[in-house]
């Protein structure tokens, strides 16, 4: 099967401009959770969704960052404006509910740079 | 909420010796505990996890140790080899609804011939 993905891969942005990152999770899984890795410190978690809706937001820095997911399927975050301390790599991961729900697959990052 | 703590920040290991790597949390709820290996460049891939109604479990040269008294948990890699080199994370969560992961900084473990 295939594996979350994310797009792009690598993104160089001015600070106050806006960025817009895409995670498509594994087909069928419905939990889909958002994680941030700055400067080589811990990854840190941001949001959970189930489905459509938005479980736990409580990792989101501030209101520059929206993250959605319409129709339940891919998410996308957007960030704006983007600020030197935004930069990082941007994780995606999913897992499904029943059975192993707490196995989360991740996908291969998206590495956000702010100058 | 979770803290968890993870060290060494680096290790660096002769091929065929063993590494362990520990990790302390904080929250007693947590049940759940995954490893995730990550090699440069790429993703963050799942090799081991433990729920806290194990006190040990073991996949060929890798075992995780959890003490839920103490509130820490290990990784232990046996007869390293240099595929083994890369940056290793332990994370903590509940299970159920609450599932997001709270994650340690991250050793960085180097292999030597």
């Known amino acids: 099967e295939a594996g979350v993905t994310q797009f792009p891969s690598h993104s160089v942005i001015e600070k106050g401009q806006t960025v817009t990152l895409r995670c498509d999770p594994i087909?069928?899984?419905?939990?889909l959770y958002w994680y941030r890795r700055v400067m080589g410190k811990e990854i840190k978690f941001l949001l959970h969704?189930?489905?459509?809706?938005?479980?736990?937001e409580s990792g989101m820095p501030n209101n520059r960052f929206l993250a959605e997911r319409t129709g339940g399927t891919y998410s996308t975050l957007k960030v704006q404006p983007a600020e030197l301390e935004d930069s990082g790599v941007y994780f995606c991961?999913?897992?499904?509910?029943?059975?192993?729900?707490?196995?989360?697959?991740f996908g291969p990052g998206t590495r956000l740079t702010v100058l | 909420g979770e803290n968890v703590e993870q060290h060494p920040s680096t290790l660096s290991v002769q091929e065929g010796d063993s590494a362990v790597i520990k990790c302390t949390y904080s929250?007693?709820?947590?049940?759940?505990f995954p490893w995730y290996k990550q090699e440069l460049g790429k993703r963050p891939q799942l090799i081991i996890d433990?729920?806290?109604?194990?006190g040990e479990k073991k996949d060929q040269r890798i075992a995780v140790t959890l003490n839920k008294t103490a509130k820490h948990f290990s990784l232990h890699i046996t007869e390293t080899q240099p595929e083994d080199s890369a940056v290793y994370f332990c994370?903590?969560?509940?299970?159920?609804?609450?599932?997001?992961?709270?994650f340690g900084t991250g050793t960085r473990l180097q292999v030597t011939l």
């Open positions: 991961a999913s897992s499904q509910t029943g059975g192993s729900t707490d196995t989360q697959y």
């Open positions: 087909s069928g899984h419905d939990n």
């Open positions: 433990i729920r806290s109604n194990v």
């Open positions: 994370a903590a969560s509940r299970t159920g609804t609450a599932s997001k992961l709270t």
């Open positions: 929250d007693s709820a947590s049940n759940y």
């Open positions: 969704f189930v489905k459509e809706s938005k479980q736990d």
